[in-house]
T-cell receptor, first 112, second 111 residues
């Protein structure tokens, strides 16, 4: 079955460390998204990409970076500049129409 | 400022006790309103898209409706397996690929 795979499921970051969250899809979707979910808040868009080698910042891009070298993959790096990285990170994809219909099962990032 | 609110924050129902969840929005030029179900520790699962006031969509025990300022997710005779957090999101014309998500309603259905 097609879907989105996020890894790892849990991740711990030390002070000053960059960490990378993986997102892979086999749905042949052009658009991919990264969201951050905090308790009591709606999902907030970090970055999105509509095509390989192109991506745009969302509402809360500061302290994060992405790449889109392959259609299937959209990794997110949480840099040391992100001072409050503890959250649940969700990757999504969409085909034509642009509605993020498919989500991965998330990565929960915590600070050590 | 465009925003989406959901009420109640949490809802506990007995099995078979029908109810409704509310999603209110203030956006300029609605392109679509979307409902998702999210189980604990999982990603959201897409349920419905609504595009215009008066539109309704149904799936099993769930029915979503849309007015000019809000959407309702009606749950008829819920079962314990309907327990989840229900999220709504809106896409406004100004946002393009961006979507504004509400904080969700956490539904518990007791046997």
């Amino acid at each position: 079955d097609g879907g989105i795979t996020q890894s790892p499921k849990y991740l711990f970051r030390k002070e000053g460390q960059n960490v990378t969250l993986s997102c892979e899809q086999n749905l042949n979707h052009d658009a991919m998204y990264w969201y951050r979910q905090d308790p009591g808040q709606g999902l907030r868009l970090i970055y999105y990409s509509q095509i390989v080698n192109d991506f745009q910042k969302g509402d809360i891009a500061e302290g994060y970076s992405v790449s889109r070298e392959k259609k299937e993959s959209f990794p997110l790096t949480v840099t040391s500049a992100q001072k409050n990285p503890t959250a649940f990170y969700l990757c999504a994809s969409s085909g034509t129409g642009g509605v993020p219909r498919h989500f991965g099962d998330g990565t929960r990032l915590s600070i050590l | 400022e465009d925003q989406v609110t959901q009420s109640p924050e949490a809802l506990r129902l007995q099995e078979g006790e029908s109810s409704s969840l509310n999603c209110s929005y203030t956006v300029s030029g609605l392109r679509g309103l979307f409902w998702y179900r999210q189980d604990p520790g999982k990603g959201p699962e897409f349920l419905f898209t609504l595009y215009s006031a008066g539109e309704e969509k149904e799936k099993e025990r769930l029915k979503a409706t849309l007015t000019k300022k809000e959407s309702f997710l009606h749950i008829t005779a819920p079962k314990p397996e309907d327990s989840a957090t229900y999220l709504c999101a809106v896409q406004a014309r100004a946002y393009g690929q961006n979507f504004v998500f509400g904080p969700g309603t956490r539904l518990s259905v007791l046997p």
